[in-house]
Each structure stands twice: as C-alpha cells, then as structure tokens.
C-alpha cells in the first residue's frame, strides 16, 4: 500500500522560508512523477509544483521563482522549498504521487502552512 506524509508545515511571517517534506513508502518512488499541491480556504486544490521522475520540473505561476521542488529517490521524499512566503500562500499543501502504468494516483494528508505577520 502506498503512503505519503508531509511534514514540514508551520506557522512563518511574510517573506520566510519553509521546508516542506513528503515521505513515501509501498512503492517503487524513483518510477513516478511527484507534486505538490495547495488549497486555501473556500478555494479550489492547485498544482504548485510538479517534478517527473528525471528531474524535470514545472511550476504554478504564482510561485515561479519563490518555490523549489526537489526529490532525493535513494530517501524516497520530495520537498517544496518555500522562499519569499506571501500571506496569499496560506494553505493546506498536499503531495501527490502522479498515476502511472497500472498505477492508481495517491494523496498525503495534507500539511498546513500560514503565513501571518
């Protein structure tokens, strides 16, 4: 059964840094493409940032330039670094694994990150 659980999300003022993490377990990680997501309140789920399994990387235009994703396959975790944090990056952040080959997609359970002066 796969697993993922974040970790990482906190309380941070306007223009700090985070480091978010998602650990997974039951499969083969190196294989997929990873991603992070977010949802505020009383809006839609987003991609933030996504990194297929050789490293390419993509990025919600909001965070271009603020946020790195990142994954360590010999750990099997992907991180989301946040730089430059703004109040409108107030979410719950979610990693996903993306579905594969006979390979259904997987959530974690969310993280919460605030930021607040």
């Known amino acids: 059964q796969v697993q993922l659980v974040e970790s990482g999300g906190g309380l941070v003022q306007p223009g700090g840094s985070l480091r978010l993490s998602c650990a997974a377990s039951?499969?083969?990680?190196?294989?997929?493409?990873m991603g992070w997501y977010r949802q505020a309140p009383g809006k839609e789920r987003e991609l933030v940032a996504a990194i297929t399994s050789g490293g390419s990387t993509n990025y919600a235009d909001s965070v271009k330039g603020r946020f790195t994703i990142s994954r360590d396959n010999a750990k099997k975790t992907v991180y989301l670094h946040l730089n430059s944090l703004k109040l409108e990056d107030t979410a719950v952040y979610y990693c996903?694994?993306?579905?594969?080959?006979?390979?259904?997609?997987?959530w974690g359970q969310g993280t919460l990150v605030t930021v607040s002066s």
């Open positions: 996903k694994k993306f579905a594969g080959v006979a390979s259904l997609e997987v």
């Open positions: 039951g499969v083969i990680f190196s294989s997929y493409k």
